[in-house]
């Protein structure tokens, strides 16, 4: 069975880089293979889909942007800023550090950012997690809230384990038995979206396929609840082993509160590393397999399609690999993520001894 759905991906794969390398003679258009890399994991107006014939297809979403120049609201679907057209002053910037955001221009000629409130493909993306997520988990709670004695079934036997996972061996090891609970609501929702959208990033069409948690932005708010929630929860004993530990030497604390100092540094660094492990981690496996599929295409203009179907042989071993791999991870950083959450409230909630 492995062997037949291996074969069929290779012939698909095989189909779609003759379909598209016809199209690219066709137009006797150029090839960047930074620039199609860089598009795949970048967030977007519109959610592409595929290319037909010359014509895009894809979804159209919402641009909601206030225009610091005329200090007025637009509202408009993204169609009207495809293949790099204007609509009402606003167009896609191609040059840094605005490149592929909504810009206008003013009177100088200068690029200007308006308020941006657009519904992305990475929000959009996030909508679409958190509804799969609310409908696996609302009948699970209700479930559980019945108190019945029937042993769980569906998505309950299925989410039960790691639930139970979260629970003992990364909120009650890390946080003790006496706090534990009030954190679990945080823990098991940052674990399971964080999860969830790795997951259905590893699939290349839509609904699916969005880099979410390769969106810096994504994972520095999460960070930021982490962070937020460690400092309301701090105990005396936190605060005071960070600005006056009784374990260092004095000289090393006054006149100059080197250590205090340090130890403040730390727990700004804590979140900032939650925030770049994820979010490297992530970009870095939806770049690895972009990178194999632009292959195919580079071989096609280099060497012509034969070597273009040739290379895609090996291009879709190592895809379907790294996809494999890329599985593992999704299940890995949500659980490192979750972990290093609970470590840090452990240590914000940890009685003095």
């Not at 019945?146 to 039960?160: D, I, N, R, V, W």
């Amino acid at each position: 069975m492995r062997v037949k759905a291996f074969s069929l991906l290779a012939i698909l794969l095989v189909f779609s880089t003759f379909t598209f390398a016809q199209q690219g003679k066709r137009e006797k258009q150029g090839f960047n293979a930074g620039d199609f890399v860089i598009d795949e994991v970048l967030d977007a107006y519109w959610w592409h889909i595929a290319s037909y014939k010359g014509h895009e297809i894809a979804v159209p979403l919402p641009v909601i942007v206030h225009s610091k120049l005329r200090n007025k609201w637009f509202f408009f679907w993204s169609t009207k800023l495809y293949h790099d057209k204007s609509y009402k002053g606003f167009f896609i910037s191609h040059v840094s550090p605005t490149k592929g955001k909504i810009v206008e221009r003013d009177k100088n000629g200068n690029l200007i950012r308006p308020l941006d409130l657009s519904i992305t493909k990475d929000v959009l993306a996030i909508w679409i997690s958190i509804i799969i997520l609310l409908a696996i988990f609302l009948p699970i709670s209700k479930r559980y809230k019945k108190k019945t004695l029937e042993p769980p079934k569906g998505f309950q036997a299925l989410m039960e384990p790691i639930i139970l996972f979260i629970r003992d061996d990364v909120a009650r090891a890390s946080i003790g038995e006496e706090k534990y609970e009030k954190f679990m609501p945080f823990l098991l929702t940052v674990f399971f979206f964080i999860f969830m959208n790795n997951f259905l990033g590893l699939f290349p069409f839509f609904p699916a396929g969005a880099n979410v948690t390769g969106n810096l932005a994504v994972t520095g708010v999460m960070a930021f609840f982490t962070f937020v929630i460690t400092t309301i929860n701090g105990s005396k004993h936190y605060w005071r082993h960070i600005f006056w530990s009784p374990d260092i030497p004095w000289w090393l604390k006054a006149p100059v509160p080197l250590m205090p100092l340090i130890e403040l540094a730390e727990v700004f660094i804590r979140p900032t590393v939650l925030m770049i492990r994820l979010f490297a981690n992530i970009l870095g496996g939806h770049i690895v397999r972009v990178t194999f599929v632009a292959l195919i295409f580079i071989f096609f203009i280099g060497f012509g399609l034969a070597a273009a179907l040739g290379i895609s042989v090996i291009s879709v071993f190592f895809i379907v690999f790294l996809t494999f791999l890329e599985l593992l991870v999704a299940f890995i950083q949500a659980y490192v993520f979750t972990f290093l959450s609970a470590i840090y409230f452990g240590m914000a909630v940890e009685k003095e001894h």
